[in-house]
């Protein structure tokens, strides 16, 4: 097996300790909020996540909420039964395209709440404490026209007699518009109620008339100000990230997110904050599509893949999370990777936790729950925590559930330092991976090692008063006595948040093997650095300034400088090219456009339909390349999948004709049904690589002797 390269093992001992005591500590932190504000958690998750209807939504739900207290039920999703779909036909759109789900009734039908939907149970010991001052909300849509659509919102003793405690008046959802809105129904407290109760769209038995439409429903109690509620978002069995991520971006997107958010949010106070856990692993292990993440082209069941699609999840909700009003420090994700399996099953799993820790160390809003660390693999089939007692298992037991969710609680009580046995189990797991790794040595390296293994050598490119950026640099294996040779820079991708200073090592290392000199330069990325948008783009032009200050020095034609990188990387290299702005006032007075350019699902429009808005915003034209093309562009080549979930086609399509247009030579490739970050490997890595050298061979960027 091999470990990733961006994996930490070469930093893992020696800072250990801290970084254990960092996640943790960040986790807890994050927790201890609930001591004094209402906290939402939200959990995410394969079968394990409602597994024989309990699972984590069941037993993580009542662990943190015994520990922390309740303010609040789950949101509760108010969905259509299997089959009523296709009798009643699909909602009106202006409803279901910004819901996240929905029940509905078209005009002149009529229904009743059952245990198919429209209803939600509150156990009599449920830590939101049923005795006092409750509030329940339904919301609900309204439509411009029908004939009577009515509904009562009704709470009941779940229990004979079934006393009705509460009922709506009748609400008219035919007001004139579509719109969402929200039913309240309150109970005064009552020390003598002991009893489950059931909240309903209308009282059992009584008919609902369409047109109806009901999204969700929830129960807070207004004594309470602290505590957690938590609710599911995401649980569906033999689901991998992969999956995960394409659902939240395909079959939810982007609008119902947004609702879902703003439903969480409401309620809370304070600083409105959330906790995400995301549950996963088991499933990664055999997806065999490519992953999607920021990154994206890296075999979903790697160690890459499985890193890439987390970062892709959390950016996807990280976004949708803003634009429903919430700050971005309010949100936090605690990455839970699978439980432990006997030890020849949990090789596989090991290498995740690792990235999850990794990734956790390199972004300041994400923890990392370990669980083998808390219930070890020996005291899991001992005490018969896998489903039908087994010895080992994908699925747990009620007992495993309930055991592990009190595990990680009790270890989010505390203050959160690391105890003797957790660093014992870092330990154990330190080496294990070390151990997995032996057998690729070159692997356990940092991206860093790796080029400088290989030959690529660094120097200083750039300081600022906080940064120092580095670039590296492959000569090209021979040049001809007294004759410079053309250079290529790749800009690394990854929205200008990640880092992966290595993307392009391949590409550039087959370039120099043809006479050119590569170049790797480093920038101000959000995660590494706490750049902006606008931070990359002024590293990127000092970048190729300092290639063409250097020309002599490096042996190079300081007219034909060709400059590429993918998706956000792509970016910089058209900025560079296009940008008459963003310049770093402490650069040489050089010209910073490139000689051409070869771009890989490039961002290029950063308008409010375009990629990064949310980042730039007013700034949006000043940074969009697609709006400075010119005559003097340089001629480029466009590498695109016609799946591309950042870049759509048309995009693609807009540059060539307004390059053309202006006499300026631009070619488009586009592959079908690939997505974002497919050139990264298989054929498609192959084929990219033969048409980008054909490309800088007709400009002559490729001397003679290696055509």
Partial sequence: MKVPAFSVFTLFIGTLANHAEQITQNTCDTFAYARSERIAVVGIGDSNQRFGGHGWSQYMSASLTRTFGCWGTELKWISPYQGEDEAYGPPPSELSDRTFTGWYLPNGTTDKVSWKHGRMHIPADDAIDVSGPLEFSLTYGTFPYGDNGTFSPSIRVDQPPFNILETHNPISTVTGEYSLQTALLKLPADPKRKTQILFSAAPVNKEIKGPFYAQSMQCINTEKTTGIAYSTLYAQGGQSLYDMLSYFRNTLGEAKLIE?????????????????????????????NHSVGPQGGFSSSSPEGFRDNLLGIVQTLESAWELAGGQKDSLFFALMPSHVLSDDKDAALQPYRAEALDLANALPNVGCILLPELVSHADMASKKYYDKGTQSNPHLSREGYEALSNAVAQSLAPIGLITDRHMKSYLILASTLIAISMSNAATDQTPEDQLAQSGWISEVFKQTDTTELKIWHMPPSSVQAGQAAPAMIFFYGGGWTGRRIDHFKRQGELLAAKGMHVFLPDYRSQKAYGGTPFDCVEDAKSAVRYIRSNAERFNIDPNKIAAGGGSAGGHLAAACALLPGLNDPDDPDIDCRPNALVLFNPVYDNDENGYGYDRVRSRWKEISPMYHINEAAPPNIVF????????????????????????????????????????NGGDDYKDTNQKMVTFLESLNFIPTSYQ
């Fill in 260 to 288: 879902y958010f703003k439903r969480i949010r409401e309620p809370l106070n304070g600083n409105k904050r959330c906790v995400i856990m995301i549950s996963s692993g088991l499933n990664d292990r055999n997806e065999r």
């Fill in 640 to 679: 695109l999948g016609t799946e591309d979930q950042v870049i759509p086609v048309e995009t693609a399509e807009e540059w060539k004709a307004k390059m053309n247009a202006t006499g300026v030579r631009s070619e488009l490739y586009l592959y079908e049904g690939r997505k974002h970050g497919f050139f």
